[in-house]
């Protein structure tokens, strides 16, 4: 009964869909709007590497940039990473970057500036084209070594979810710097530097 109904009406029921939506400029405005997107992307700046105090476990500290070159905004509330050492993907789990983080190392003088004041976790933000966000992101394993991290090409995955639930990610390598002049990155407030 219905297809016959449709079979026989059809000019009629599509001219009724047109005028819902004003016209053919009504079906333009509806077909962009679904055709915008948000569009994530991380730029990884630097990584600290090594343990933390609290469980002994491996912990990677992440200091970057989130940009979108998409239509719509992008409100991230959440974000996992997952990191492929040799042949097998490992995932890590995040936490909030503790307040009055102390970072230390044998080799090298870390500083940053209050990174539990720019932990991308915490912050709510609307990433757009014109307004990226600059920022850390803290995880740990307590299964991995942080030799595995320096001895084997590791590639990063770094999950966004956002306030709708998608999920975007990006893949990215550990940077190959050498710090022996020491590298800064202004807009996180962090610089790493041999020691002498």
Not at 75 to 94: C, D
Not at 118 to 136: E, N, R
Request: include cysteine.
């Amino acid at each position: 009964m219905t297809e016959l109904f449709i079979k026989e009406h059809w000019v009629a029921l599509i001219s009724l869909l047109i005028a819902l939506f004003g016209g053919a400029s009504g079906i333009i405005a509806i077909i962009n709007y679904f055709r915008q997107k948000s569009n994530f992307k991380y730029t990884l700046a630097g990584i600290v590497l090594g343990e933390s105090a609290d469980n002994h476990s491996c912990m990677l500290l992440l200091s970057g940039t989130i940009s979108n070159s998409g239509d719509k905004p992008l409100v991230p509330t959440t974000f996992n990473l997952e990191v492929k050492i040799g042949k097998n993907w490992n995932k890590m789990s995040r936490r909030v970057i503790p307040n009055n983080l102390k970072l230390g190392s044998d080799e090298i003088n870390i500083t940053v500036d209050k990174p539990w004041e720019k932990d991308l976790l915490k912050l709510k933000i609307s990433v757009t084209q014109p307004a990226p966000a600059y920022g850390f992101l803290m995880f740990t394993n307590k299964t991995l070594k942080k030799e595995a991290f320096m001895n084997t090409k590791v590639i990063y995955k770094l999950i966004c979810i956002d306030t709708f639930g998608k999920k975007y990610s990006t893949k990215f390598s550990k940077i190959d710097k050498n710090i022996g002049e020491g590298l800064t990155f202004p807009k996180n407030d962090m610089t790493v530097q041999p020691k002498k």
